[in-house]
Nanobody, 119 residues
Framework: QVQLVESGGGLVQAGGSLRLSCAAS????????MGWFRQAPGKEREFVAR????????YYSNSVKGRFTISRDNAKNTVYLQMNSLKPEDTAVYYC????????????WGQGTQVTVSS
């Protein structure tokens, strides 16, 4: 099991920036990739971005491509989500998740951090 702790959420005006962090601990050696997801009120959780732990390969949802950047620091077991040009529709609780090699699915989740973008 991997333990994940997110930080960095907050309130920002439209057009502003925030950087989220996700610190991983526990059995991180079995992690294939790390992802960011978000859930807005009344909506289903949606995929935002992911990064492969070994080679840093990244993938983004179309809604954030060009505005958000996911990165990792292997030495610190930390993943970041740099969010620029934020829009009110980016308002959501953002979750960090770890995909394990054993199950090839996101099976460890953080508690979430609130991001609110005002217009």
């Amino acid at each position: 099991q991997v333990q994940l702790v997110e930080s960095g959420g907050g309130l920002v005006q439209a057009g502003g920036s925030l950087r989220l962090s996700c610190a991983a601990s526990g059995r991180t050696a079995g992690t294939l990739a790390m992802g960011w997801f978000r859930q807005a009120p009344g909506k289903e959780r949606e995929f935002v971005a992911r990064i492969t732990w070994s080679n840093g390969s990244v993938y983004y949802s179309n809604s954030v491509k060009g505005r958000f950047t996911i990165s990792r620091d292997n030495a610190k077991n930390t993943v970041y989500l740099q969010m620029n040009s934020l829009k009110p529709e980016d308002t959501a609780v953002y979750y960090c998740a770890a995909k394990s090699r054993a199950r090839n699915e996101y099976d460890s989740w953080g508690q979430g951090t609130q991001v609110t973008v005002s217009s």
